[in-house]
């Protein structure tokens, strides 16, 4: 199984950015990286994923490290909606839509 | 488009009982994937089913099953349920256009089992 290890909780303010690291030191070639985020009650979002470039879309920027063990996902102005649990995942090319989540980053947003 | 239903979104059962949970994807997705959430053990994967046949199935027993019907909806079944499988169970659709490479999933709200 692709293994990935994030911190197990962060907090930030309102309004500033947020970065969110994760390690994936086993990622093989053809590992996409995805970021999906699961808020209280709810089943997990699609957030971002890459391959091996830099990703950004209207919610979130991901940085992946040149030699692709660790990738950062970017909140640029955190607000108290972005408050939830943060998974990074790997998924390998032959087992698609297998994804193994990790345990996740909790977030905490400060008003 | 509507997103992902599952039904039904809390249950009880007892140990010994089955269940059996149902997932209707978003229209026009082939591929649901199912997962089991605890707090001990996290987001695991149960399996994936794509076009009525099963084509990933992660490590759980065969006491849990699934099916997935022409119309894509799917189900998953519980048999001789034990306290362990308290959990929330998601499912997630995708389109499954794309054959073997990753898609975006879309996750349902889950439902809640308690087995006592």
């Known amino acids: 199984d692709a293994k990935t290890t994030q911190p197990n909780s962060m907090e930030s303010n309102e309004e500033e950015p947020v970065h969110l690291p994760c390690n994936h030191s086993t990622i093989s070639g053809t590992d996409y990286i995805h970021w999906y985020r699961q808020l209280p009650s709810q089943g997990p979002e699609y957030v971002i994923h890459?391959?091996?470039s830099n990703v950004n879309n209207r919610m979130a920027s991901l940085a992946i490290a040149e030699d692709r063990k660790s990738s950062t996902l970017i909140l640029h102005r955190a607000t108290l909606r972005d408050a939830a649990v943060y998974y990074c995942?790997?998924?390998?090319?032959?087992?698609?839509?297998?994804?193994?989540f990790g345990t996740g980053t909790s977030l905490t947003v400060i008003p | 488009k509507a997103g992902v239903t599952q039904t039904p979104r809390y249950l009880i059962k007892t140990r010994g009982q089955q269940v059996t949970l149902s997932c209707s994807p978003i229209s026009g997705h082939r591929s649901v994937s199912w997962y089991q959430q605890t707090p001990g053990q996290g987001l695991q994967f149960l399996f994936e089913y794509f076009s009525e046949t099963q084509r990933n199935k992660g490590n759980f027993p065969g006491r849990f099953s699934g099916r997935q019907f022409s119309n894509s909806r799917s189900e998953m079944n519980v048999s001789t349920l034990e306290l362990g499988d308290s959990a929330l169970y998601l499912c997630a659709s995708s389109s499954g256009a794309s054959g073997r490479v990753f898609e975006t999933q879309y996750f349902g709200p889950g439902t809640r089992l308690l087995v006592l």
């Open positions: 890459g391959l091996t």
């Open positions: 995942i790997l998924s390998a090319s032959n087992t698609g839509n297998q994804f193994y």
